[in-house]
C-alpha cells in the first residue's frame, strides 16, 4: 500500500518525522517496504491563463501561446498540441527551477523569444515517466498563484507491506488509524455533505440481487449532469502520491475513494445500463465482456456479474465492462458501493487471472460497515469537481450486513500467553488492557470482573477469538516490552536418533575420502531416462510428476541421484575443472505402482561420482581414478560404519559399462550399485574422460549399520605369515579365491591379502599370476612351523583342484 | 721420561689439529697406541726403569694414553659430526614443492548452516524429526488453518502433483505428524528439502531447506519464544547482534512475529543490503494458534505452544556474504571448496 506522508498527516495528527513513523510502524507489524523523498526543488513556476494560440513563423510543429500569468502576458512557445484558448497552465518562469530540468530561461526559438515553459505533468513531477502533453489545471485555479500554494511538492512516500489478514490497512484511513492507535491520537475523517437534488434514484435505476450469498450488499447512487474533464491538480497530486495514474475526474475520484477509504467502488455510464437496471447474478453459458483493460473475456459458468437486462456490464468486484465505461460523453452515472463475498472473489480472480486493486481488496474482506461512507463521499466530490447533481436517496440492499461479533477476554489468559503482567503492578494490568483496546475502537460491552465483554470494530473483521485480541494487545503493547525468558522446565530425550548420527557419519567419511559435497534439485527433466539409457518400462522410469511445473526440465522427481551428479561434472569440467570427486546424500522418491494415492516412498541415498579428464599436479599425475577408487570409497564407508559381510557381484545397471558394474550384497539385499559409467552416457552428458560413480540406499543399508561396539580380546600369541603366488584363468575371481583359503580352516587362517597381480606374456594369454599373503594364529599356543605349513599344504592343494591352479615356487 | 711423555703429547695434539678425515685419525691412533706404536713401545720399555721408578712411571704412562685415548675419541667424534652434516647437506629438496596431501573434501554450506543450527537447537534440548517431502495438502495447509481459497496460500505457490498431494512448500507439516502421535511435551526441529513455484533468480529457487521449530507444553509463552529464538540469533551471528521481533500474520501461530537482526554488515546504520532499515529479517515465528491445536486434539487451555521457521540459504547468504542463491544448485567446485 502506497501512501505519503503528508497525506497520512491530513487524516491524524502526528509530530515524528517520516523516519520515526516508519520505524514505529514497522514495529507495529505494518512493513515499510520502500521509502522515497519526493521533494522537489520547483521554483517560479505560476498559474497561467493561454488567451491566443499561433502556429510559430518557421517551425510547423511549434505554437506561440500568448500566457496572462496576471502582472503581463508572456509569449511561450510550446511543442503540445492539447492546450486551447483560455486553458489554464502552469507557466515557468524566466529563471524558474524544475526537477528533472533545472533552470529556465527566456531563449529564441527561430527568431521567437520564449519567455518562459508550460509545464507537462511529468515536468513538475506529479507522474512518473514522461506525459503526453502539457498539464491543464482547473478553471478555479487562481492566476498568478505559485504553483507551490497548490500543492505540497515536499513529501515522502512510503511503500507498506499489508498482511493478507489486514484488509483494513489498504487505506489511507486505515493506516491513519492505526498511526492513532499507537501515538494514542483521534482520527480526523473528513466531513460530507450531501446534496440531493432533483428526481429520486428509483426512477432511473432498479437494483435486482439474485445471489445474495456472493454480493450481501449492494448500495448505490445516481450522479447526473456531470462534466468529465481531467482532474484538478489536487487530485492529481493525491493519486501521484497513492501510486495510480489520473484518467478523468469521475474515475479518479473513484480510485482515490477507494485509496482513501478501502472501499471498491465503480462508475457506470448511466445512460448505457439498458433496461435501466442492475441485476446482480451468476454469468450463463456462452456469456462474454470485453473488460476495461480491453479483453474480450468467455464467461465461465457461474462467475458473479453485474449485469443490465441485456448482458454482463461488469466483472462484479474485479474489472468494469468497456460498454458503459466513463468516458467524454458520459453525462450521468450510477455509482457502486458493494461487498462481494471474499471467497468467491478470491475463486473469480483465479479464474480470469485477473487481480485488481479492487478484488485485492474484495478477496482479503473489506468493512461491513464503510459502504455507504464511501458512496457519499466520492458523490460529494463528484458534486463538487464534476459539478454532478446527486439524485435524491440511495440504494442500500443490507443496511445490517454487519453483526457485532461480542467476545470473552479472560484478563489472566493475557498474561498466560505472554508470560507477564502488562504492569508490574499485576491489578493495573486489566486497566491497560482496556485502555489499549479502546485505542483500537474495540467496544467494551461488560467488566465481569475476571473477564471482559469487547466488541471488534467493523473493519477488524480479522479479529474473531479470544487469542486475536490478546495477538492486538501485545502487538500494541510492544513485543518489545515482553522479557525474554527460557523453559522453566527440561525435558529428557534424545537429541538426535541413530539414524540420523549415522548418516552424519556417512557424509564426514566421505569428505575425508576427499570428496565435495553437492545439493543438487529433485527435479529432473523426462530426457534423463534416456540419457542414461534408462530402458522403456524399467522401474526407475516411474516417476512422480508435477502437475504444472516451471520448466520441463523439473518435471518430474528424481528417482535416482546418477543424472544429478553427471550434471554437476559436467558443468565443472566445462568450467576447466579437471579432477571433480563429489558426493550428494538425498532422497529419491518412488511411487507405490499399486496405490497412485498415497504418498511415495522416500528414499535417502548416498551417491557419489569421481572423473578425471586432465593431469593434475605432480603427484596427480600418478593418480588414475578407476572403478577401484569408487569401490574404495564404498569399503571406506563401510568400514568406518562397521558394516561387514557384504560381497560385490556383477551388476546390469544399464547407465554403467556392461562390464564395469557392480551390486553390493548384503545378507542377499542389495545395497548400492558402483561401476564406470557407460561411453554412451557420458557422451551424453558431454563429459571428458571417465566417470565412475556409485550409489548407496541408505535405507538397505541401515540396518546392517551396527549400533554399537563389542571389544574383542588382543591376541596374545604371535602371528605367523605366508605368501603364495600362483597363476590362475583370468575369469576366476579374487573374492573366491580368498573364500576358498579362508574356508581351509577358519579358525587360524585370520586374513588373506591379495598383495600382487600380473599379467603378461610369460603367464600365457587368457591367464593372470596371484600372489597372496597368508595370516596364521591362534588364540591359545604358539604356532608350530609344522601346523602352519600343514595347513599351506592343504591350501596349495585346494588351489590345484578347485583353481587348477600353478604353484609358482 | 717425564720429558718425553710430555713432548708425545704436544706432537699429538698438533697433529691432531691437521686431521681431516676418521682415516688420519685411525692412522695416529696405530701410531702411537697401536702395536708398534709410540706409547706402546714406551710402556714396553718399562721393564729397563728401577723398582723405584717404575711405578711413577707406569703411571704416567698409562695417564698419558688415556689422555691421548681421550683426544682422539673427541677429535673422533667431532670429526664424525662434521661429516653427518656434509653428508646431510647433499641430500637437498625443494621444500615448496606440493605436498601429498589425503585432498579432504567439503560440506555443502547449506549443510554447513544446517549443522550449525542444528547444534544450538540440540543443546537446548531439542530433537530431530524427519517428514516427507512430497505431502498431503491436509499437512501442508489445511491443518496448518490455511484451507482451500485462503489468501496465505498465494504466497507458497506449490507444485502439485495430484489434488490432494504436492511438494511440501515448508516444513510445518512435520509438526502437524509430529503432534498428530504423541502428547505434549514436544521440543522439536526439523530439517529439509521445501519446493514453491518460483522461477530462480538471485532470490528464489523452485527449492530450498528449511528449519522449523515447536515446543509445546504446560506454560510455553511468548517470553520463552523471545528467549530461545534471541540465544539462537545470539549463537548464530554473534552475541553482539541486536535481536527485534515485529508483529507479523502467519495463519498458524497467534501471536505471530517476525524476527529481525541487526544488519550484519552495516551494524544498524543502514546500508543497501538491509535497504536502508538496519534490519534483516531472518524468521517467522509465533505461538501455535489453537486452531492448529484443534485440529491434533491438543486442548489449548491445558497446553501453549510457540513454533519458528526459517531459511536455511537465507541464513547462510547472510552469514557468508552470498548474494546469489543459484551458487547453492550450481555446485561450481570453485564455489563449494570455499567452506
Ligand atoms: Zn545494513
Not at chain 2, 713401545?41 to 717404575?54: D, I
Request: glycine share 6%.
Amino acid at each position: 500500500m502506497q501512501v505519503s506522508y503528508n497525506l497520512l498527516k491530513e487524516y491524524i495528527d502526528m509530530d515524528m518525522s517520516p523516519e520515526e513513523l516508519a520505524q514505529r510502524l514497522t514495529i507495529n507489524g505494518i512493513i515499510l517496504e520502500r521509502m522515497e523523498n519526493i521533494s522537489t526543488e520547483i521554483e517560479k513556476v505560476v498559474v497561467g491563463k493561454i488567451i491566443a494560440i499561433e502556429q510559430h513563423p518557421e517551425k510547423k510543429k511549434l505554437s506561440v501561446c500568448q500566457v496572462d500569468i496576471k502582472k503581463k502576458i508572456l509569449p511561450i512557445i510550446c511543442g503540445a498540441k492539447n492546450m486551447k484558448v483560455f486553458d489554464k497552465v502552469a507557466v515557468a518562469l524566466d529563471g524558474s527551477k524544475l526537477p528533472k530540468i533545472g533552470i529556465i530561461k527566456s531563449k529564441k526559438f527561430g527568431g521567437v523569444l520564449s519567455s518562459g515553459m508550460l509545464c507537462s505533468a511529468s515536468e513538475l513531477g506529479i507522474e512518473p515517466g514522461k506525459s503526453p502533453g502539457i498539464l491543464i489545471l482547473e478553471k478555479e485555479a487562481v492566476l498568478g498563484e505559485d504553483i507551490r500554494k497548490m500543492i505540497k511538492f515536499d513529501d515522502t512516500i512510503f511503500d507498506f507491506e499489508i498482511h493478507s489478514n489486514r484488509p483494513d490497512l489498504m487505506s489511507v484511513i486505515g493506516i491513519a488509524r492505526e498511526i492513532g492507535a499507537i501515538i494514542n491520537n483521534k482520527l480526523k475523517i473528513p466531513e460530507i455533505e450531501i446534496k440531493e437534488e432533483g428526481e429520486k434514484i428509483e426512477k432511473d435505476i432498479v437494483v435486482k440481487i439474485e445471489e445474495e450469498d456472493l454480493c450481501p450488499r449492494y448500495a448505490g447512487r445516481v450522479i447526473k449532469d456531470i462534466k468529465i474533464e481531467e482532474s484538478p491538480l489536487w487530485l492529481k497530486w493525491k493519486l501521484r502520491l497513492l501510486g495510480a495514474r489520473p484518467i478523468n475526474n469521475i474515475v479518479d475520484i473513484t480510485n482515490f475513494v477507494m485509496m482513501e477509504t478501502g472501499q471498491p467502488l465503480h462508475a457506470f455510464d448511466l445512460d448505457l445500463v439498458k433496461g435501466k437496471t442492475i441485476i446482480v447474478r451468476r454469468s450463463r453459458p456462452g456469456e462474454t465482456i470485453c473488460t476495461l483493460d480491453d479483453v474480450e473475456r468467455q464467461l465461465p459458468a457461474n462467475s458473479l456479474v453485474i449485469a443490465d437486462t441485456e448482458e454482463p456490464i461488469a466483472l462484479a468486484g474485479i474489472m468494469g465492462g468497456k460498454h458503459s465505461e466513463i468516458d467524454q460523453s458520459t453525462k450521468n452515472v450510477f455509482l457502486e458501493s458493494a461487498y462481494f463475498n471474499p471467497v468467491n472473489n478470491r475463486k473469480s480472480t483465479a479464474k480470469f487471472s485477473l487481480r485488481t486493486e479492487a478484488s485485492n481488496r474484495f478477496e482479503k474482506g473489506i468493512d461491513k460497515e464503510v459502504q455507504i461512507y464511501a458512496l457519499d463521499r466520492a458523490a460529494d466530490l463528484i458534486n463538487k469537481v464534476a459539478m454532478g447533481k446527486i439524485s435524491s436517496g440511495k440504494i442500500d440492499t443490507n443496511e445490517k450486513l454487519y453483526q457485532p461479533n461480542k467476545i470473552n477476554l479472560r484478563i489472566k489468559r493475557v498474561s498466560k500467553i505472554l508470560g507477564q503482567f502488562l504492569d508490574k503492578d499485576e491489578s493495573k494490568t486489566k486497566n491497560k488492557i482496556i485502555d489499549i483496546l479502546d485505542k483500537l475502537e474495540f467496544k467494551l460491552v461488560k467488566d465481569m470482573g475476571e473477564y471482559i465483554e469487547v466488541i471488534p470494530p467493523s473493519f477488524r473483521g480479522d479479529v474473531e477469538r479470544e487469542i486475536d485480541i490478546i495477538e492486538e494487545i501485545a502487538r500494541i503493547y510492544g513485543y518489545d516490552k515482553i522479557l525474554p525468558t527460557l523453559f522453566n522446565t527440561t525435558i529428557a530425550q534424545e537429541g538426535k536418533d541413530f539414524r540420523l548420527k549415522v548418516v552424519d557419519q556417512v557424509r564426514e567419511i566421505l569428505i575425508g575420502c576427499g570428496l565435495n559435497e553437492v545439493i543438487t534439485y529433485s527435479f529432473i527433466s523426462p530426457e534423463t531416462f534416456d540419457k542414461i539409457r534408462i530402458p522403456e518400462g524399467h522401474k526407475l522410469r516411474n516417476a512422480i510428476k508435477i502437475k504444472d511445473p516451471l520448466t520441463r526440465d523439473h518435471s518430474l522427481m528424481r528417482t535416482s541421484l546418477i543424472s544429478s551428479l553427471l550434471e554437476i561434472i559436467k558443468w565443472n569440467t566445462n568450467r576447466q575443472i579437471e579432477l571433480v570427486k563429489i558426493f550428494e546424500v538425498a532422497k529419491i522418491y518412488l511411487p507405490y505402482p499399486d496405490r497412485s494415492s498415497s504418498l511415495p516412498n522416500e528414499k535417502l541415498i548416498i551417491a557419489g561420482a569421481i572423473n578425471k579428464s586432465v593431469r593434475g599436479d605432480v603427484w596427480e599425475k600418478s593418480l588414475s581414478l578407476d572403478i577401484f577408487d569408487v569401490k574404495g570409497i564404498i569399503e571406506t564407508v563401510f568400514q568406518g560404519l562397521k558394516v561387514e559381510n557384504w560381497e560385490v557381484v556383477q551388476g546390469n545397471h544399464p547407465a554403467f559399462h556392461p562390464l564395469r558394474n557392480g551390486k553390493i550384497i548384503i545378507r542377499g539385499e542389495e545395497v548400492g550399485i558402483f561401476g564406470e559409467i557407460h561411453p554412451e552416457v557420458i557422451n551424453n552428458y558431454r563429459i571428458p574422460g571417465k566417470v565412475n560413480l556409485f550409489e548407496i540406499d541408505f535405507e538397505n543399508l541401515f540396518p546392517n549399520v551396527p549400533s554399537d561396539i563389542k571389544y574383542c580380546v588382543l591376541p596374545k600369541y604371535p602371528s605367523v605369515q605366508r605368501d603364495l603366488a600362483f597363476i590362475v584363468k583370468e575369469e576366476i575371481l579374487s573374492a573366491d579365491i580368498i573364500k576358498t583359503i579362508k574356508l581351509i580352516d577358519e579358525k587360524l587362517i585370520k586374513k588373506v591379502t591379495l598383495f600382487d597381480i600380473f599379467k603378461g606374456k610369460q603367464i600365457g594369454d587368457g591367464y593372470k599370476s596371484l600372489a597372496y599373503s597368508v595370516v596364521f594364529q591362534a588364540e591359545d599356543r604358539t604356532l608350530t612351523d609344522q601346523e602352519v605349513e600343514n595347513i599351506f599344504r592343504k591350501i596349495r592343494e585346494k588351489l590345484i583342484v578347485k583353481f587348477n591352479a600353478k604353484i609358482r615356487e | 721420561m717425564e720429558n718425553k711423555i710430555k713432548g708425545v703429547k704436544k706432537e699429538i695434539v698438533s697433529k691432531l689439529n691437521l686431521v681431516k678425515d676418521l682415516k688420519d685419525i685411525e692412522k695416529l691412533r696405530v701410531e702411537y697406541l697401536g702395536r708398534k706404536g709410540i706409547v706402546t713401545l714406551l710402556l714396553r720399555k718399562l721393564g729397563s726403569f728401577s723398582a723405584e721408578e717404575r711405578p711413577k712411571a707406569g703411571q704416567l704412562l698409562n695417564q698419558s694414553k688415556r689422555e691421548i685415548e681421550e683426544l682422539l675419541k673427541i677429535k673422533e667424534i667431532e670429526i664424525e659430526k662434521l661429516e653427518k652434516e656434509k653428508r646431510l647437506q647433499g641430500e637437498g629438496i625443494d621444500l615448496t614443492l606440493p605436498g601429498r596431501k589425503l585432498d579432504r573434501g567439503t560440506a555443502h554450506p547449506i549443510n554447513l548452516v544446517l549443522k550449525e543450527i542444528e547444534e544450538i537447537f540440540l543443546s537446548l534440548g531439542f530433537k530431530i524429526e524427519e517428514g516427507p517431502e512430497v505431502e498431503l495438502d491436509y499437512y501442508n495447509f489445511e491443518a496448518l488453518n490455511i484451507p482451500k481459497d485462503h489468501p496465505a496460500r498465494d504466497d507458497q505457490d506449490s507444485f502439485y502433483i495430484n489434488k490432494e498431494i504436492l511438494l511440501r512448500t515448508h516444513t510445518s507439516p512435520v509438526e502437524i505428524r509430529v503432534m498428530e502421535k504423541q502428547q505434549p511435551p514436544i521440543r522439536m526441529i526439523t530439517i529439509g528439502r521445501c519446493y514453491r513455484r518460483d522461477a530462480a533468480d538471485s532470490t528464489h529457487a523452485p527449492m530450498f531447506h528449511q528449519i522449523e521449530g515447536l515446543a509445546v507444553d504446560k506454560d510455553i509463552t511468548f517470553g520463552d519464544l523471545k528467549g530461545v529464538l534471541t540465544v539462537f540469533v545470539h549463537r548464530i551471528f554473534g552475541k553482539d547482534r541486536k535481536v527485534r521481533f515485529r508483529p507479523a500474520y502467519f495463519p498458524f501461530t497467534e501471536p505471530s512475529a517476525e524476527v529481525d537482526v541487526s544488519c550484519l554488515l552495516c551494524h544498524g546504520r543502514g546500508c543497501r543490503a538491509c535497504g536502508y532499515t538496519g534490519w534483516l529479517e531472518i524468521m517467522g515465528s509465533g505461538e501455535t494458534d489453537p486452531a492448529v491445536f484443534k485440529m491434533v486434539g491438543y486442548d489449548p487451555e491445558k497446553y501453549s505452544s510457540f513454533a519458528f521457521g526459517m531459511g536455511a540459504e537465507r541464513i547462510a547468504m547472510l552469514k557468508y556474504g552470498i548474494n546469489d542463491i543459484r551458487l547453492f544448485f550450481e555446485n561450481d567446485l570453485r564455489f563449494l571448496k570455499q567452506f
